[in-house]
């Protein structure tokens, strides 16, 4: 069983001082609890403005004077939508970052080459997602920075 | 010394080429993630100093820019933790050293440990706010 272990931490290019196993392990768990608070972030955020959307839209309307009342009712449904978005891209988002920890530690647990691959894959894809989401973010602060300079 | 580890580590590694892409594009995309960071950083001092300038004098927004001090401050860190991951794993992977591998691997567990840490020291802060929100409104109320 030992031997067996060993073999397999070879095939993936792992030291067996573990230096590469425990440097896995450590960021599997951060990244868990990462995703996790992520999680309990956006299910709040939803919660929130569900029961709280009629406040939260009055306090937001008084200081845009631009809506008006037959408006109203469409903006609160689209603030409302837009909200629920977030929070689901953010669930959808952070659900990689949370296969990611939980394929390493089963990959480091079962020595399993296949499924450290999909958790390496999982990172990647997090690391695309907000890399593009950072990109538009970037984008749309020069496009806000140029409109107000010129 | 140094072929030795290369040889004996990374041999089968080598062998593995699905995995070792799959670490290259994860530093790759880690990398693009981290210079983003940084160029919007860079734009968002640039923001802060030209609302210094703007408001000059008049002491406005002054604890504003703390906060964006400090939000800088996170994210150099962060973006250069980041950065140096990933190119110490693509180097690592590239030439076949073991090391530099696992400088990399553990600096991405040091990028996740912060990140970890700065979202506990945030939720402190929420906490705390909301109750003292909840101690200052039981006292205004009574």
Redesign the interface.
Same mark, same amino acid.
Do not use: E, H, M, P
């Given at each position: 069983m030992a031997n067996y272990k060993e073999d397999l931490l070879t095939t993936f290019g792992i030291e067996t001082d573990g230096e590469v196993q425990q440097s896995l392990q450590e960021g599997a768990k951060w990244a868990k609890f990462i995703a996790i608070c992520m999680f309990v972030c956006a299910a709040m955020l939803v919660i929130v403005v569900s029961i709280g959307g009629p406040l939260l839209f009055r306090v937001f309307s008084q200081f845009n004077s631009g809506i008006t009342a037959l408006g109203a009712i469409s903006s609160q449904t689209f603030l409302l939508m837009a909200i629920i978005v977030v929070g689901l891209g953010i669930v959808v988002i952070y659900y990689f970052l949370y296969a990611f920890a939980t394929k390493i530690k089963a990959a480091l647990l079962s020595q399993d080459k296949a499924v450290l691959n999909l958790g390496i894959k999982n990172l990647k894809i997090f690391f695309i997602i907000t890399s593009i989401i950072s990109i538009i973010g970037l984008l749309g602060s020069v496009t806000t920075i140029f409109n107000f300079l010129l | 010394m140094e072929n030795e580890s290369q040889s004996s580590?990374?041999n089968?590694?080598?062998i593995?080429e699905?995995?070792?892409n799959?670490?290259n594009?994860?530093a790759k995309?880690?990398k693009? +993630?981290a210079i983003?960071?940084f160029?919007?950083v860079g @734009?968002s001092l &640039?923001?802060m100093v030209a609302s210094l300038i703007l408001t000059f004098g008049y002491n406005y927004g002054s604890s504003n820019s703390l906060t964006n001090v400090l939000s800088i401050a996170i994210s150099l860190l962060l973006n250069a933790i980041l950065f140096k991951a990933a190119k110490s794993i693509n180097e690592g992977t590239a030439t076949n050293n073991?090391l530099q591998? +696992?400088t990399g691997?553990?600096n991405?567990?040091k990028? @996740?440990?912060v &990140?970890?840490i700065i979202?506990i020291i945030v939720?402190i802060v929420c906490v705390l706010a909301l109750l003292i929100g909840i101690v200052v409104g039981l006292n205004r109320s009574f």
């Open positions: - | 580590i990374f089968d590694f080598a593995d699905d995995l070792k799959n670490f594009d994860l995309w880690a693009v +993630n983003v960071g160029v919007s @734009f &640039l923001t073991q591998f +696992n691997l553990s991405l567990a990028y @996740f440990r &990140l970890g979202i939720l």
